[in-house]
């Protein structure tokens, strides 16, 4: 982890010689990770929109099958393999990048552990927009964006149909226990955290309206397709 954070560091850095402002910095950071991390969390949102299509069916043979355990597995891999979803796929993503995560929270928490250059000293304590010191904690209000996008990040992403009462629990503890944490950590690793679920939260909406877009044409062209097929049978 000490490497990766020392690399991602030295990118740090040289976005900082470019924009001469920390805050900035640590935002055009993010957007990179966000952008070369895209593919992983595009096949994470995916997955999780095909889990969330065969949660009614899931939970009727669930129901069906609750005295009969051995029954209901072989059901529930029968619909995981006519559907094509692989329910281990949706956490793969998140394993892969959890490194690369952790390699820059912790740069993020410790910046002058892992950049020493002479111009990051000062640069780290640099004021951003309402918060004094990027390196002290911001007691509410950059913990608070991350926490509520936190909330909604975790609820676009969930499995739409999953009422289990962990899933429930987790909803609303992971965002306050960001928001705590918020408030003991540098404002630049809640600033970091608060941009990403943003950006991770506009492309959910933009891929649930392309998704939506894809679906409507489908079923046009199956009704336009049942219209052609009732003329020919009309003309014949």
Known sequence: MKFLSTAIG?????????????????????????????????????????????????????????????????????????????????????????????????????????????????AVHESFLWVPDLCQPDPWILPLIAGISTYFTFSATSQQGDASGMNNAMKYFYPVMIFLLGRSFPAGLALYWAVGNIFTIGQTMLFNKNKAKTKFKEEAEKEAKKIFESDMKKNQ
């Open 10 to 122: 030295y990118l740090l850095s040289a976005i900082y010689g470019l924009l001469d402002n920390y805050g900035l910095s640590i935002i055009i950071l993010t957007l990179l990770v966000r952008l070369c991390l895209l593919p992983l969390y595009g096949k994470q949102i995916k997955e999780t929109a095909k889990m969330s299509e065969i949660q009614p069916k899931m939970q009727e043979i669930q129901k069906r099958y609750a005295a009969d355990p051995q029954t209901r597995d072989q059901k529930i891999a029968e619909l995981y393999r006519d559907a094509d979803v692989n329910p281990a796929s949706g956490c793969l993503p998140l394993l892969i990048q959890m490194p690369f995560i952790i390699g820059l929270f912790a740069l993020l928490r410790n910046p002058l552990t892992y950049m020493t250059q002479d111009s990051m000293i000062m």
